[in-house]
């Protein structure tokens, strides 16, 4: 743990969101800015449920009482979030879209991880997942172009959850050191390489089945849409390349990026005075 990590209390902000099935076009009245973000909570569910998992394997097997009790706040930040993203989910299903399909084939895939990997990779997948929701998070906490135009409830439930993501995005990190007394370093890049191609084939799947929902698949003017918001303008991949290959130094460390000042402004715009967070 860095001395940044071991500062780090979390606990869990038990908030309820309510989405409605008429908000079918929530993002500023925009189906591909909308979908693309559906795209990534159809993952939350089954992916949460599995980082809950991959964490507590070792729970009992951590000494420090710091990281001790960052493994609980943990567990409950992501036990809200999982909920509140089954909600939104359910939406998406009374809003014609493939959601319940889908998830069952993110749930297939992370069983398929319990049952076939050692519970020390299934952690270092963890790690690598985290690694791209804090990279998210962080972009959202800190470009207003993400989420501008969006109703305001769907947008206040993404800073939500990207502030609690930077919030707890050294707790497997650390746990995985921790069990592994620091000799984590391939296993965790081999993780991250093979979790790169996977997340990132599960959200593009995610896109094409709810593009078709909507009759939009084919249309090259709706996936040039696509590509602009992920690789030119905000650049949502784009803008995590370096941080991706981050990853990759012996010496990383998630929060090497510091940015709880963002997670305090965003904290003050979700809970707060309503104000910009950026």
């Not at 998406?92 to 399909?101: F, H, I, N």
């Not at 769907?154 to 959850?161: E, G, P």
């Not at 698949?217 to 905000?234: E, I, N, Y």
Request: hydrophobic share 40%.
């Amino acid at each position: 743990m860095n001395a940044i990590s071991k500062s780090m209390v979390l606990e869990p902000r038990n908030e309820h969101f309510h989405f409605k099935t008429a908000e079918r076009d929530w993002h500023g009245g925009d189906p591909v800015k909308t979908i693309i973000f559906n795209a990534f909570s159809i993952m939350f569910p089954e992916g949460e449920k599995f980082f809950i998992d991959s964490v507590r394997n070792f729970q009992k097997q951590i000494d420090d009482p710091v990281l001790k009790k960052q493994i609980k706040g943990f567990i409950g930040q992501e036990a809200v979030h999982t909920r509140e993203h089954i909600e939104y989910n359910k939406q998406l299903d009374l809003q014609g879209y493939s959601a319940t399909k889908l998830d069952a084939g993110i749930k297939k895939r992370m069983d398929w991880v319990r049952r076939n990997l050692n519970k020390n990779r299934q952690l270092a997948t963890t790690c690598a997942l985290e690694h791209f929701t804090a990279m998210m998070s962080d972009l959202m906490m800190s470009d207003p172009a993400y989420l501008d135009g969006a109703d305001s409830n769907y947008q206040k439930v993404w800073l939500w959850h990207a502030m609690e993501e930077a919030e707890h995005k050294g707790v497997a990190f650390d746990t995985l050191k921790a069990v592994t007394k620091n000799k984590d370093y391939f296993l965790r890049c081999r993780s991250m390489l093979i979790s790169t191609v996977l997340f990132n084939y599960f959200i593009l799947s995610h896109i094409t089945v709810m593009l078709k929902d909507r009759g939009l698949s084919r249309s090259p003017k709706v996936w040039w849409q696509v590509a602009k918001f992920l690789f030119g303008k905000p650049g949502l991949y784009r803008r995590m390349a370096l941080p991706w290959l981050s990853y990759f130094k012996p010496s990383f460390h998630p929060w090497d990026h510091d940015n709880r000042s963002k997670v305090a402004r965003t904290e003050q715009h979700v809970l707060g005075d309503g104000q910009a967070y950026a």
